[in-house]
């Protein structure tokens, strides 16, 4: 999300900047967890895009899933298939289904990729996540299973679609309940562009946070009454 241009908001979020020199606008990173079946949103987390207090997607839902529904299952896009992510929601008991880039897939799976794979594994944590998550314990583990499906997307280019999940559902199953994850890419673009929120106009960061609530309040507001009515 766009900032007003404050000295305030631009000390506390910084804008990015190029070879051709700093941006105008404050940037804040925000996660937004949503219900797969009604679109309604968790509070919101948020933070820095840039500077030295900058926060990265993964760490802001670290602050965010212990707020979930009890019983919640974790469905995340490839940005969040990483072990730190399938460890915390592990550890809390929430079942998890994570899409894996390539490189990470092929890792896990000790080789190259093929269409049919479905494999039970540990995902251990390499040494790259353990010297940027410091605090996993020494025995840290995550045991699930490795899917991998040719799909073919409406752009008619073939790709293996690569998953880690710890649901205890058939192939096809998993593969249906993570084709619902686009929804959340429409939920997205109603929060940007119905509401307005990829500009704030607030000038103080208490200000920015009360309208980053209040527009997903009034977003949750029609999302309940779309689903009551359908």
């Not at 990015?16 to 606008?25: D, F, L, T």
């Not at 429409?186 to 200000?207: E, G, H």
Request: some cysteine; hydrophobic content about 40%; aromatic content about 6%.
């Amino acid at each position: 999300m766009r900032l007003s241009h404050t000295p305030g908001l631009c000390a506390l979020y910084p804008p990015g900047s190029n070879q051709h020199g700093e941006a105008h606008w404050p940037l804040l990173r925000v996660l937004v967890a949503h219900d797969l079946h009604t679109g309604l949103a968790l509070r919101p987390e948020w933070g820095a895009m840039h500077g030295p207090e900058a926060v990265s997607e993964q760490a802001l839902l670290d602050r965010a899933i212990d707020r979930l529904p009890s019983g919640s299952t974790v469905v995340g896009d490839a940005n969040f298939g990483v072990f730190s992510v399938a460890y915390a929601a592990a550890q809390r008991q929430y079942p998890l289904l994570l899409r894996l880039t390539a490189d990470r897939a092929r890792r896990l799976a000790g080789g190259s990729l093929r269409d049919a794979i479905d494999c039970a594994l540990v995902w251990k944590p390499s040494a790259y996540e353990r010297k940027n998550h410091p605090e996993l314990p020494a025995d840290a583990s995550v045991r699930g299973r490795l899917i991998v499906r040719q799909v073919q997307p409406d752009n008619d280019k073939a790709f293996l679609l690569a998953l880690f999940t710890t649901l205890p559902y058939s192939e096809e199953q998993i593969l249906e309940l993570y084709g619902q994850r686009w929804s959340i890419e429409t939920d997205l673009r109603t929060l940007k562009s119905t509401l307005r929120l990829d500009q704030l106009t607030c000038s103080t960061p208490d200000m920015v946070a009360k309208e980053i609530e209040m527009g997903i309040a009034a977003y949750n507001l029609v999302r309940a009454m779309m689903a009551l009515a359908s």
